[in-house]
């Protein structure tokens, strides 16, 4: 027998595209569910499972209270180790406007695990939310001990991924000297979803990342969050090269 696909995939293939074709042009609203609903001959909820797969490709964003709008290509986030390139940001071809809030939080057991200090510890959290236009690129929470340093950070960076945290505590002197980094893909926290307006099923890279100063204390430590199809890692090793073999 053949595949019969869901009626919501083929309206989203359809709306997938019309917008190739420019029916719907970057930074346009598409039109209202209903709508939609009517032009397909489909229930306002089916119509609704085809833009949340839209939405989970990166094609469109819903804007509370406005509707769905088609976004433009986004520029992606490379994340690397490599020193050669930056630390740990490739740098951007388009600009990316960058908002950051402080606010001081107690060290949760989580937390507490992650920067090796008791539960309550006081802890300065820095949060970078990058935009392309008006859209929601990545967001980074950077967590810094009270006791390590307290910084001043103005509303706007340079980093999306809050290097400039760790620029300010170099400058004071704090200088890491080890990072450890872990990454994973998964799905979304509710959070995450409405400050970066993407689906449920958006598939995103989650880095962990904690930076010790020689004496091994954690002085900061940081959580990215970068929507999958927008991002990558890449990581480079450099092997060492025999002086005798390098003359040849």
Not at 60 to 67: F, L, M, Q, Y
Not at 177 to 206: C, D, F, K, M, Y
């Amino acid at each position: 027998m053949a595949d019969v696909k869901h009626r919501h995939e083929e309206i989203a293939e359809a709306l997938r595209a019309d917008i190739a074709a420019g029916t719907y042009p970057a930074g346009k609203a598409l039109p209202a569910e209903t709508q939609l609903a009517h032009r397909f001959g489909a229930s306002v909820p089916t119509v609704r499972l085809a833009l949340g797969r839209l939405q989970n490709d990166g094609l469109i964003e819903k804007v509370p209270g406005n509707g769905n709008y088609v976004l433009r290509p986004f520029e992606r986030i490379t994340y690397t180790n490599d020193k050669s390139v930056t630390d740990g940001l490739t740098p951007t071809t388009t600009t990316l406007t960058v908002e950051i809030t402080t606010t001081e939080v107690e060290a949760d057991v989580q937390l507490s695990t992650q920067l090796r200090v008791p539960v309550g510890t006081r802890l300065n959290r820095y949060v970078f939310l990058s935009r392309q236009g008006t859209s929601p690129h990545s967001l980074a929470q950077v967590y810094v001990p009270c006791s390590v340093a307290e910084l001043t950070v103005p509303p706007t960076g340079w980093s999306p991924l809050g290097d400039d945290i760790r620029a300010q505590l170099v400058d004071r002197g704090i200088r890491p000297t080890s990072t450890v980094v872990h990454i994973a893909a998964r799905l979304p926290e509710p959070s995450e979803e409405r400050q970066l307006r993407i689906g449920s099923g958006t598939a995103v890279l989650a880095i962990r990342r904690r930076s010790m100063d020689a004496d091994g204390r954690v002085i900061e430590a940081a959580v990215l969050v970068l929507p999958g199809h927008r991002s990558e890692a890449v990581f480079s090793t450099h092997m060492p090269v025999d002086e005798a073999e390098a003359k040849k």
